[in-house]
Nanobody, 123 residues
Framework: QVQLMESGGGSVQAGGSLRLSCSTSGYIYRMAWFRQAPGKEREGVAAIYRFTGTAEYADSVKGRFTISIDNSQNALYLQMNSLKPEDTAMYYC???????????????????WGQGTQVTVSS
């Protein structure tokens, strides 16, 4: 059974940085970070294949966010730099145990979800 737990959220001023972590258990093939702002749909931010390290990013975070995975620690990370107020959202860790259809940032490609961690960026 896959279990996920996020940590590392918080409040930061625009231009600042935060690092999110997601501890994992169970077999995982690929993982992703999603976010959901109030009144908006949940959207994919970044995703990574566990064994190749191949990553994909949403256009809105390219060049600012970096997703990484530490297989020895069973942990997923999201380094967020140059944060903007529009990055404010609840951030969720997600995992899939298969390759699925290969759409890495689609919500329905992931079966397992963490409880979320809040990120707030003030201007």
């Amino acid at each position: 059974q896959v279990q996920l737990m996020e940590s590392g959220g918080g409040s930061v001023q625009a231009g600042g940085s935060l690092r999110l972590s997601c501890s994992t258990s169970g077999y995982i093939y690929r993982m992703a970070w999603f976010r959901q702002a109030p009144g908006k749909e949940r959207e994919g931010v970044a995703a990574i294949y566990r064994f190749t390290g191949t990553a994909e990013y949403a256009d809105s975070v390219k060049g600012r966010f970096t997703i990484s995975i530490d297989n020895s620690q069973n942990a997923l990370y999201l380094q967020m730099n140059s944060l903007k107020p529009e990055d404010t959202a609840m951030y969720y860790c997600a995992a899939a145990t298969t390759a699925g259809r290969g759409w890495m940032l689609r919500l329905d490609e992931y079966k397992y979800w963490g409880q979320g961690t809040q990120v707030t960026v003030s201007s």
